[in-house]
């Protein structure tokens, strides 16, 4: 039976009926055994539809048995599977009933299909529905026509700022707000590379300049970053080969504008010279000095890091403390911006790094101790605490990654970093850090002396020793970033170095069970790979080791369930101490479903 809900419903929602009754399923008033139901609706397109480009198909279903998985069809054929359980709060305040504890899925999907891989004419389209408990059913059959020589302007969404039509009300921001979103085109987003002729784009040298225009009131004010991920566009739009990488975004600067209400758009070109805005939303510019403090990142160490000392001890010593050439030393480095819209006291004068509350070092006044060629190095005497180990900080360094990112920021952004040398046994056996979990703090001052230090990031790191005075393993993860959404068999990749002694084995856990291990062989083609940039960005690092420190290693995602998981780092060197160095939470995003 086929209900229509009024004009705008002309698509209709369908509620099938079937026979045999459902165990748990609604019981009705005075109803002994009720019957199974399904109430769908294909939104897009609609029936008699004269389609083209990149055709989307969305819509819900709704079924007591659960849904695992929607297919598209398309002359009777399955193409691909759609996105299932997509979040439409229109469904579940129109069908209260079937939301709770029996029912916590999200009823929606979107798929798509390629106008282009189609002849000219009419074509038929459906859902292909396969319930929870492997029942399947054909719904929502409807002709349309595909028309291949139309061309068509880009599709996409904004994600931020928020559709208040859906959120229920409009955004207020400050400071520099994320404009986020992605963009799609069967002919591709008009793009060029800066400058003309680099390859290897996007780079610190090399970038993607998109035609994705983000515009406040009307006048466009840059274009967003692009491409960036986006595993959840390429579920919906498997046709499409720019899907994975259709994610744009850019950081608005609103303090350049007066406070009060606003429209932020994007408009979007293809290589056809075809364009579109794709949204537009009201928002409420609202800056204040409070709102426009330094802000920042912590690029490393990463979050649960370790830090290490050569030496163990119990109690704090009676005097300074003496530099030993064996110390390891660990780094803080990552890089802060002023967002400050009071020209005179606009800009960074240092950065300053925090253990456990406490202030150890001000770029201010510990450069000085900096050797650009070799890295940090030992202050023989601090006279304030004898001839001892002391600080080191730089501000100022070359971040052209972060002025690509905050482009409206120009120098400020471009000399943005900064790094902070750590000899750990130093600051363990004078108090200021401890065995065990500490906070590390990175707080930014700027020219204004009235207003106080702005914490930038913080993060917690594991203190711990070595009793022999041996450098444990250490390193970093680069792919995947954290809360990267991974789909299928992905690639682990990054840096270790283990110094002095030997690496054996790299292990690779996922929520603390042994997914694979890495052997250190002769030949091995997945470690010890050359790695020439690491001791060009690292100078200071034990070499020859940071030449040949590269590894990878290959991540099946779909032996395991959707959601977040916890990826973690272990080495294993030949005297047989090992070392946790990397803890990282990501995105197993498998089309929903195992």
């Known amino acids: 039976m086929c209900k229509t809900l009024g004009r705008s419903a002309v698509l209709a929602t369908c509620v099938l009926m079937a ?24 939104d897009t397109p609609a029936p008699g539809a004269t389609v083209f480009g990149i055709v989307e198909v969305r819509g819900f279903v709704l079924d007591p048995r659960g849904v695992s998985r929607v297919t598209l069809l398309v002359d009777g054929a399955p193409l691909h599977d759609a996105d299932i359980n997509q979040p439409r709060d229109d469904v579940r305040t129109r069908y209260a009933r079937f939301f ?33 408990n492997s029942d399947v059913q054909d719904l929502g059959t409807r002709t349309v026509t595909v028309d291949t020589a139309t061309a068509q302007a880009p599709i ?88 994975f990488q259709s994610g744009f ?9 007066t406070d009060g209400a606003h429209t932020i758009s994007v408009r979007v070109w293809n290589t056809a010279g075809l364009s579109t805005v794709l949204a537009s939303r009201d928002v409420s510019f609202q800056n204040n000095y409070a709102t426009l403090a330094p802000f920042g990142a912590i690029d490393w160490p990463m979050p649960d890091a370790h830090f290490y000392s050569t030496e163990c001890y119990s109690a ?76 080191y900080g730089i501000f100022g360094l070359d971040r052209p990654d972060i002025m690509y990112q905050y482009p409206q920021f120009t120098m400020d952004a471009k000399n943005s970093g900064y790094l902070f040398a750590v000899n750990t046994r130093y600051y363990l056996q004078t108090g200021q850090l401890h065995l065990g979990l500490n ?8 020219k204004d002396p009235n207003r106080p230090a702005a914490v930038i990031a913080q993060i917690p790191v594991i203190v711990d020793c070595s009793p022999v005075g041996v450098n444990p393993s250490y390193g970093e993860l680069e792919q995947p970033t954290a809360m990267q959404a991974l789909q299928g068999a992905v690639q682990l990749s990054g840096w270790l170095i283990e110094f ?4 054996e084995q790299l292990n690779v ?10 052997y250190v062989v002769s030949g091995s083609n997945n470690i010890g790979l050359y790695r020439p940039d690491v001791p060009q960005r690292y100078p200071w690092l034990p070499y020859p080791n940071s030449l040949y420190s590269g590894f990878l290693y290959n991540l099946d995602t779909t032996k395991y369930v959707d959601g977040v998981h916890q990826i973690v780092l272990e080495t294993v060197d030949y005297a047989g101490a090992s070392n946790y160095w990397v803890q990282r939470p990501v995105v197993f995003d498998n089309l929903n479903r195992p």
């Open 500 to 503: 002095p002694q030997s690496l």
């Open 19 to 42: 026979g045999a009754a459902v165990a748990g399923t609604f019981t009705g008033r005075g109803a002994g055994s009720p019957a199974v139901q399904t109430v769908f609706r294909i």
């Open 439 to 446: 906070t590390v703090t990175v707080q930014a001052r700027t």
């Open 249 to 257: 975004q850019m950081k608005l600067d609103t303090s350049k504008y």
């Open 156 to 243: 996409g969404g904004l994600d931020s700022p928020r559709d208040p039509a859906v959120y229920g009300t409009q955004d207020y921001v400050s400071g520099v707000f994320p404009v986020v979103g992605w963009a799609l085109d069967a002919a591709g987003i008009r793009q060029r590379v800066s400058p003309a002729g680099c390859t290897g784009a996007p780079s610190a040298t090399c970038k993607i300049l998109a035609d994705i225009e983000v515009m406040v009131d009307g006048m466009v004010v840059g274009q967003a970053n692009y491409p960036l991920p986006r595993p959840d566009v390429a579920n919906a739009h498997p046709d499409v080969a720019d899907a």
């Open 509 to 518: 856990y996922v929520d603390g069970v042994l997914d694979g291990t890495i």
């Open 100 to 132: 709770g504890e029996d029912f916590p899925y999200n009823p929606g999907f979107t798929t798509s299909f390629l106008a282009s891989n189609y002849s000219a004419g009419s074509h038929t389209l459906a859902i292909r529905v396969t319930y929870s």
């Open 316 to 391: 704090h010593p009676p005097s300074g403390i003496d530099y030993s050439p064996g110390d390891h030393l660990d780094w803080v480095s990552g890089w802060a911006i002023d967002q400050n819209d009071q020209k005179t006291f606009e800009g960074i004068v240092s950065v300053q790094l925090l253990f456990n509350g406490a202030q150890v070092s001000d770029t201010a006044t510990d450069t000085a101790n900096w050797n650009p060629l070799l890295g940090p190095i030992p202050n023989p005497c601090k006279a304030s605490i004898g001839c001892t180990v002391g600080p």
